[in-house]
T-cell receptor
Framework: EAQVTQNPRYLITVTGKKLTVTCSQN?????MSWYRQDPGLGLRQIYY???????DKGDVPEGYKVSRKEKRNFPLILESPSPNQTSLYFC????????????FGSGTRLTVV | SQQGEEDPQALSIQEGENATMNCSYK?????LQWYRQNSGRGLVHLIL?????REKHSGRLRVTLDTSKKSSSLLITASRAADTASYFC????????????FGKGTKLSVKP
């Protein structure tokens, strides 16, 4: 089944403790992206990647890192999480960016205390 | 922000009625897409309409695009309780490098 898989689904962590949210797609998509969703603010893009080793900042990149060493994986790294990063995170992939529909993962609900 | 803006923010209808949601955007686009999100779940792609298209259908969905008014509408006909969800428009702006910009969504409630 074609899908984007995010892990974990839920995560509670403490301020400052490094964490990684994994994202993997099995559709050989070139384009991958991370969004965060907050009430009243909608979906905001954090980082995106046009292909392997090509990443760029979205609208809200502060406090996040990404890497794209393989086509299928696009992990999101929070080096020192803070409470304002408490949010619902989504990974998405597309054959080639916005000219095609995105396939979204099921989301990761992160709470930073 | 170059976000699309959906209208209304919330819509409540009875099963069997039609639901219409609107989206306005600010600059020239390559295409506009509509997505559905069930509570707290991932977004699901519904339909994509390109800038040179005016109307598109998919099952009970009808999407129109008016580039002169920079607006789009999503019509769901004969709605069902299972259509209860949030609906988002997303725009692929010219020069955006393929990044979709999402609006804040319309929350649709379909009562049985």
């Amino acid at each position: 089944e074609a899908q984007v898989t995010q892990n974990p689904r839920y995560l509670i962590t403490v301020t400052g403790k490094k964490l990684t949210v994994t994202c993997s797609q099995n559709m050989n998509h070139e384009y991958m992206s991370w969004y965060r969703q907050d009430p009243g603010l909608g979906l905001r893009q954090i980082y995106y990647s046009m292909n392997v080793e090509v990443t760029d900042k979205g609208d809200v990149p502060e406090g996040y890192k990404v890497s794209r060493k393989e086509k299928r994986n696009f992990p999101l790294i929070l080096e020192s999480p803070s409470p304002n990063q408490t949010s619902l995170y989504f990974c998405a992939s597309s054959y080639s960016g916005g000219g095609y529909g995105y396939t979204f993962g099921s989301g990761t609900r992160l709470t930073v205390v | 922000s170059q976000q699309g803006e959906e209208d209304p923010q919330a819509l409540s209808i009875q099963e069997g009625e039609n639901a219409t949601m609107n989206c306005s955007y600010k600059t020239s686009i390559n295409n506009l897409q509509w997505y559905r999100q069930n509570s707290g779940r991932g977004l699901v792609h519904l339909i994509l309409i390109r800038s040179n298209e005016r109307e598109k259908h998919s099952g009970r969905l009808r999407v129109t695009l008016d580039t002169s008014k920079k607006s789009s509408s999503l019509l769901i006909t004969a709605s069902r309780a299972a259509d209860t969800a949030s609906y988002f428009c997303a725009t692929d702006y010219r020069g955006s490098q393929g990044n979709l910009i999402f609006g804040k969504g319309t929350k649709l409630s379909v009562k049985p």
